[in-house]
């Protein structure tokens, strides 16, 4: 089974600078989806950035980029430029390729306290 | 575009009472439909998932039901809750084949 695992209960960056989430996870599979979903104080789920496995280049999304490392199973989501609508809940997930049959599940890592200080 | 809409946002529940929430997606056709829940402000656990109208698959053991009786709208019933049945409830929705999801905005779910 696959696991997402976020070392990171809490972290803390101060406005205009730079902080790194991370993110490890366990599987078997070679193609797989990874995201990072961002969740303010409103609950709402937002998708944050997305990387496919079979794709060596690391997703970057405005100030958002991900250091992806097949080989170690490693995803940290990057936040460059940090603003105050930054902090929020993150949370890493895992969907495995489903060869494009009907569905596909995210498992979700435990989060991670983002809270950035002015 | 395509929407999903969830409710409740809040709904307080004694013990023992039944539950319904709705959750409904616009603008798409034969979705994934998903059900989540988040306790205590932490990680997500999928509870169900469907494919199609009448087809549901339940990921893990619990108190709590679900039904597709349309091909946009997911439902999430409980005959008799249970304490252990407070929490967040989401749910969210994903072309077929697609990798992303979509979340609704929730139901804060409280059993007393």
């Known amino acids: 089974a696959q696991t997402v695992t976020q070392s990171q209960p809490e972290m803390s960056v101060q406005e205009a600078e730079t902080v790194t989430l991370s993110c490890t996870y366990d599987?078997?599979?070679?193609?797989?989806?990874l995201f990072w979903y961002k969740q303010p104080p409103s609950r709402q789920m937002i998708l944050v950035i997305r990387q496919e496995a079979y794709k060596q280049q690391n997703a970057t999304e405005n100030r958002f980029s991900v250091n992806f490392q097949k080989a170690a199973k490693s995803f940290s989501l990057k936040i460059s430029d940090s603003q105050l609508g930054d902090a929020a809940m993150y949370f890493c997930a895992y969907r495995p390729y489903d060869g494009g049959t009907s569905y596909g599940k995210l498992t979700f890592g435990q989060g991670t306290i983002l809270t950035v200080h002015p | 575009s395509q929407t999903i809409h969830q409710w409740p946002a809040t709904l307080v529940q004694p013990v023992g009472s039944p539950l319904s929430l709705e959750c409904t997606v616009e603008?798409?056709?034969?979705?994934?439909l998903y059900w989540y829940r988040q306790a205590a402000g932490r990680g997500l656990q999928l509870l169900f998932y469907?494919?199609?109208?009448?087809?549901i698959s339940s990921e893990v053991p619990q108190n709590l039901s679900a039904s597709r009786p349309q091909d946009r709208q997911f439902i999430l019933s409980s005959k008799k809750l249970l304490l252990s049945d407070s929490g967040f409830y989401l749910c969210?929705?994903?072309?077929?084949?697609?990798?992303?999801?979509?979340f609704g905005s929730g139901t804060q779910l409280s059993v007393l």
């Open positions: 469907s494919v199609g109208i009448g087809q």
């Open positions: 603008g798409t056709s034969n979705p994934n």
């Open positions: 969210a929705w994903s072309r077929q084949g697609g990798e992303k999801l979509f």
């Open positions: 599987t078997s599979e070679s193609d797989y989806y």
